[in-house]
Structure formats: C-alpha cells, structure tokens
C-alpha cells in the first residue's frame, strides 16, 4: 500500500560539532529507516542535506556522505543546499523551500535514529487531521558529566520519563509536519540559539492543531568539553528570557522576576529530578551528591544568562556556536 510521500532535511551546523564517524552513524540509521518505511508503502521524495557553506563547498560534502554513508546514496535521491553564514533554523526553512514531499521530516546530523524510527514518525498521517508529529530524543551518556547533563537537559530520559516527556516541546531534530502547513508557517525569526522550535510550536497549536507525540525514538550525542557547557548555559538563560518576552511579556521587571522564579524552581527541580533518576542512568549512588552541586552550578549559569538579558546588562545579540568551545 503506497502511503504519502515525505522528505527528510538534515541541517548540517551541528556536524561541525561532532566526529565524521559519529554523522556516519546517523546516515547510516537514517538509510537503514528509509528502507523500513520503504517496506510500509512510504515513499521518499528526497534527503535534502543544507549546509552553511559556500555553493562551491557543495560537492566536497556529497563526497563526504556518500563515504559515511553509500547505501543512502544508493537507496534515495540527495539534495543539496548551501545558505552561506545560515544558523540552525534558517538552515531548515531554507530545506523546507526545496522540499517535495507531502511530509517534511527534521532529522539532525548530530542524532541517531533508532529502529522503527521513522515508521513511527510517519504512522499518525494515517489520520488526515494530523498535522505534526513529534518523536522522543534522549542524550546518549557514558560517563559521570554525560549521565549528569542527561538528567539536566532538556530532553527526558530514554526510559521511565513520561512525565518530563510529555511536558516536552517541539523536537526541531526529531519531529516530522505536513508540508501543507509548513510552507506558510517557517521557523519563525528569532536571535536565539533555540528559541525558534518553541515559537512555531506556539504557533500549531494557536491554530488548533495538536502535536501528536510518538515512539519514534533518536539518541542525540552528549555534549562534550567544558566551554561549551559553560557557553550553553548561559545561551540557555538568555533564550529563557526571549521566550518569556515573546510569550508573556516584554517588560523587563517581570522578566526580572521571571528569572529570578526560574533560577529557584529549577534549581530545586534539577536537584530532585538527579536524586530520583540518576540510577536509570547507571550513575553509582557516590557520584550523585556531586552531581547535584553541578547542577546547581549550571542552573546558576542559567539564571545569569537570563537576568543579564532580562535587566538589559547585554545586548540581545544573535546566538551562534563560538568557535572555542569545541566538540559538542
């Protein structure tokens, strides 16, 4: 039974952040569910890869892909973009525009399907009322700062989490939208670092429209290296405040308080949420009162990101990766 048709865009910002061997992978994942919904009758329009290069930088990467990844190459057709000096968002709205298919499907270079994946993205389309559908993404972790960030970050666990899953936003890595809908409705402009996913978020469900939340599960790669977590910390406290004055209010004394409320409620949240579910994640019992200090010490980084933009101490410059902090 042939279904709908879906492309499938890869951002490629984030590879620059990760080893080759480690996109491979996710190449690798990702033609191994092409081939899986292949079987369900589900036709794949394209993969388009959209990178922030230069055009002439192009035909370097297909090579590069068609190394990781040969049996993609061989299995579907692959588009390329290039949007000089595009960030995250600006990246998928620019592979948006060349999409064909009847289902767009956001994949990130930096995630790993899992099996069944994408049969489990695409399934809800069965019901023409469904307009997005997000899958769950979990933080690969290996170590005592990986295990650590897993319980901090913002996405749940792979396991055992369906409450903090639930409360979860729009995955821009993992989710797929009807092209329908999409076209007119891009990623919305924003100077954050990932504040654009919330915002057209907003946006669905302003007209109606649910996120329909599905197994489809992806593992996103730890994050790695001191300067960035340091960096993203303080990114994380200043998107907090520009989703607070985007949907609540700009005033800059309730965004004042706002961070001052989130800097205590998150604190004591983080703070539990270690102690509860640090043994799903393998950490031994010794290691989790130091866990909790880091991560009091990174919701403190949180709420100075967010005070300093809230009061108006730095300017709401845009975000992008600094080039010193390394592997993500």
């Known amino acids: 039974m042939q279904r709908e048709s879906y492309s499938i865009i890869v951002e490629m910002e984030n590879a620059g952040t990760i080893d080759w061997d480690e996109v491979g992978a996710g190449l690798a994942a990702l033609s191994r569910e092409i081939k899986a919904a292949a079987g369900l009758g589900y036709v794949a329009r394209q993969v388009i890869f959209v990178h922030a290069g230069e055009a002439g930088d192009t035909p370097l990467l297909r090579r590069r ?92 666990l792979r396991d055992h989490d369906r409450r903090f899953a639930a409360k979860r936003a729009m995955n821009a890595n993992n989710c797929a939208i009807r092209r329908s809908w999409l076209a007119s409705h891009p990623f ?13 978020d907003r946006q669905l469900r302003a007209e109606g429209h649910d996120l329909v939340k599905t197994e489809a599960l992806a593992s996103h790669y730890p994050p790695r290296g001191w300067r960035f977590l340091l960096w993203r910390a303080l990114v994380t406290g200043r998107d907090a405040d520009r989703k607070y004055a985007a949907l609540k209010s700009a005033s800059r004394p309730r965004r004042v308080f706002k961070a001052m409320r989130r800097w205590a409620s998150a604190s ?50 845009v975000e992008r990766v600094p080039a010193f902090v390394g592997h993500s």
């Open 188 to 200: 919305p402009n924003n100077n954050g670092f990932k504040v654009s996913c919330t915002l057209l």
């Open 65 to 156: 892909i068609e190394d990781a990844a040969p049996e993609l190459a061989r299995d579907v057709t692959l588009g390329f973009c290039a949007l000089p000096g595009g960030r995250y968002y600006e990246l998928k709205n620019e592979g948006i525009a060349q999409a064909t298919g009847d289902i767009v499907v956001l994949y990130d270079s930096d995630t790993v399907a899992q099996p069944g994946w994408l049969p489990a993205l695409l399934k809800p389309f069965q019901d023409p009322r469904t307009v997005a559908v997000n899958g769950h993404t979990y933080l690969e972790h290996d170590d005592f700062a990986s295990r650590t960030f897993a319980l901090l970050w913002i996405f749940p």
């Open 268 to 317: 004591w949240r983080a703070s539990l949420r270690i102690a509860l579910q640090a043994p799903r994640t393998g950490m031994p019992a010794w290691q989790v009162p130091l866990a909790v200090i880091v991560g009091l010490v990174f919701n403190a980084l949180v709420f100075v990101g967010q005070i300093s933009l809230a009061a108006g101490l730095v300017r709401d410059d």
